[in-house]
């Protein structure tokens, strides 16, 4: 990605007077900023672009506030949270992003619960379609404000995730760690913190919770074969090709993830993470530098993979061609790997230990 004139294109996208000229003026950014940078400058990038999709999002949560209120619902009922999961909540956008996002809102009088919660619902839905009007497509794990499931009052968000702690089946933990990502994108954010108070208490008072978060962490294996060769796609459109997302990116993003929810970080990003973690002690200080290091290198590869159009809207696939790779991007991505690799094994080591 190139150095990115954040100031011109959040005034391009205040001036968009539409969800069509918005994403027009999105796929004009996603051509400026579409090149490769390396060290610093990739999370100066990374920053920057995400600081864009931020102001997308907005000017759409605008919009659709609009069209409630020409549909005759008015404004919204409280100070409800508009909250970005995933990469989004983590700060880690590509320019080929899809959406995840929920709605939490104060706890309503029983005289209100009903009208807030098809207010909000519709409110979710009208998101929703504003953001795939504008080029970003839902996430096909539909973690959505238009689901019951993701646009609740914080009371029975709280109580959700009693229920999920309860009862760790591998889908229940796998939307704790969702949970882990959020950030709000309105309101003062304090719904938000409350979420994730209560998932680092439920954490903290289960000595199993850690070690079933640990099975989901360790679900994706870095891209080094037993003789630390690179594992690359051997069939399809893929083939040649190594996925930086889900070989590199993810193994790195739920350790780190995991190892924040075990020291009760609010902080949602991976950089930011490993910092406080380091600073902290809960990190040793080499480990810390090697994953600074790991993680600037994937989030230089993965700027750089491949996309395509998916029904009139660009996804990001997270494969990059190995045979585009230069001899300096493969030594640097094994040495990314080997830090990933060894992140599993201290996430082993720590979690066996407190258990």
């Not at 005759?72 to 409280?78: A, K, L, V």
Request: proline share 5%; hydrophobic share 40%.
């Amino acid at each position: 990605m190139s150095v990115i004139d954040v100031k011109y294109w959040e005034s391009a996208v205040r001036d968009a007077s539409s969800p069509q000229l918005l994403r027009q003026a999105r796929e004009q950014f996603h051509d400026a900023a579409n090149c490769g940078q390396t060290g610093d400058a990739v999370l100066e990038a990374v920053v920057s672009v995400n600081r864009i999709h931020d102001a997308i999002i907005k000017r759409c949560l605008h919009w659709s506030e609009q069209q409630m209120e020409r549909e005759g619902w008015g404004s919204p009922p409280s100070a409800y949270e508009f909250v970005l999961l995933g990469s989004a909540g983590r700060r880690e956008q590509t320019l080929w992003s899809d959406q995840d996002n929920g709605i939490v809102y104060p706890p309503p009088s029983a005289a209100e619960a009903e009208h807030c919660e098809k207010y909000y619902l519709r409110l979710g839905s009208v998101i929703v379609d504003t953001l795939n009007a504008v080029g970003y497509p839902p996430c096909e794990g539909n973690v959505l404000a238009r689901e019951p499931l993701w646009c609740k009052p914080v009371n029975q968000w709280l109580e959700l995730l009693n229920q999920w702690a309860g009862d760790p089946t591998w889908e229940h933990v796998r939307y704790m760690l969702i949970v882990a990502d959020l950030r709000s994108l309105t309101g003062s954010g304090a719904l938000t913190a409350c979420l994730k108070e209560k998932l680092f208490q439920c954490v903290n008072h289960d000595q199993e919770l850690p070690g079933r978060m640990l099975y989901n962490a360790l679900r994706h294996k870095v891209l080094l074969n037993i003789f630390g060769g690179f594992v690359k796609e051997s069939y399809g459109e893929a083939a040649g090709s190594i996925d930086i997302k889900y070989g590199a990116y993810i193994p790195l993003v739920n350790g780190i993830r995991l190892l924040s929810i075990t020291a009760g970080l609010m902080e949602p990003s991976t950089m930011g993470r490993i910092s406080h973690l380091t600073e902290q002690g809960l990190l040793p200080d080499p480990m810390g530098a090697s994953l600074t290091a790991a993680f600037q290198t994937v989030l230089d590869l993965r700027s750089r993979s491949q996309y395509k159009m998916v029904d009139d809207a660009y996804e990001g696939t997270g494969m990059v061609e190995f045979g585009q790779l230069t001899k300096e991007d493969k030594e640097a991505l094994k040495q990314a790997l080997k830090t990933g690799d060894a992140l599993q094994k201290y996430l082993r080591k720590q979690i066996s230990a407190s258990r």
